[in-house]
């Protein structure tokens, strides 16, 4: 016999939040579906990476409809865990909003407080001292330790620059951010051209380190920009092989160029390179 929790929410004509947790309660229970059941924290802890990042792409796509679906996969993914870590005892999705609207009310101490914020920067230094006090954080490179290290490195660099920047330690001007770029690059040629294979990968990281810098002054997101650029490559590369006589094992890396450059041209609203 059906449980009648399952044939009441099956007959439901609309649906709430209440309900979704209710949802996968059922799915977790013995009348639930077995996947469902055997799940745990470490199991499922890539969909919540998986879908955080569809629904960046459905934002890049601008599709609402998709992005409205997305947004609930991300919502499940949430609810999922906080029903596991219900079952054993340790907290449920109201105990997830009451601490989040708790920390919303403290870190915003220039609404909800006597502190106050003229500007967005203002804003954020509020938010971060209280951040930091929250965390018993006693130096400002504690914070900088506590952003999480498993993050894409172009975002961990982008954030580190901007808990640093908070205290000063920052460029003027876009400008020298550039000539930091120019200095790096000098010495990654140095390194390649001294035949100092160990320092390459330092090297490395410091050039890319400093353009993650620059990015910050002109307000753009690194991981966006690569992104952007390697889809570009690909539709390029795409046209390079399409467009050739032979297979791209028997043409000179000229022939391909010239091919590259007319990819270039042929697709509107791309930057040549």
């Known amino acids: 016999m059906e449980d009648k929790r399952i044939t009441d929410i099956k007959n439901l004509k609309s649906f709430n939040f209440e309900h979704l947790v209710e949802i996968m309660a059922l799915l977790r229970s013995p009348a639930g579906c077995p996947w469902d059941k055997e799940q745990t924290h470490e199991s499922i802890k890539q969909y919540m990476i998986e879908e955080a990042y569809e ?4 934002i890049e796509a601008c599709d609402d409809a998709k992005f409205m679906d997305e947004l609930g996969d991300l919502l499940l993914q ?11 005892g340790s907290f449920g999705i109201s105990d997830v909003i009451a601490n989040v609207c708790r920390k919303m009310i403290i870190r915003h101490i220039h ?42 490195a172009l975002m961990r660099s982008l954030k580190v620059q901007k808990k640093a920047s908070l205290v000063g330690f920052d460029w003027d ?3 020298d951010a550039m000539l930091k770029v120019d200095e790096e690059l000098c010495e990654l040629k140095d390194a390649c051209e ?14 890319l380190f400093a353009v993650v810098n620059v990015a910050r002054f002109l307000k753009v997101e690194p991981e966006f920009a690569l992104k952007s650029t390697i889809e ?27 091919l590259w450059n007319e990819a270039k041209g042929s697709f509107s609203g791309q930057n040549d390179e």
């Open 173 to 175: 001007r876009v400008d």
């Open 78 to 88: 949430i609810v999922f865990h906080a029903q596991i870590a219900k079952e054993r």
């Open 232 to 258: 570009k490559f690909i539709q390029r590369f795409d046209y390079i092989e399409r467009m050739a006589d032979k297979p791209l094992e028997q043409m000179t890396l000229g022939e391909m160029d010239v």
């Open 111 to 152: 609404v909800f407080g006597e502190a106050s914020a003229d500007n967005p920067a203002q804003a954020l230094s509020n938010w971060e001292s209280v951040k930091r006090r929250e965390k018993g954080h006693d130096t400002h490179t504690q914070s900088l330790k506590d952003i999480p290290p498993h993050m894409p």
């Open 194 to 207: 001294n035949g100092e294979h160990g320092k390459l990968n330092e090297e490395i990281g410091d050039l």
């Open 55 to 58: 629904v960046l792409e459905t």
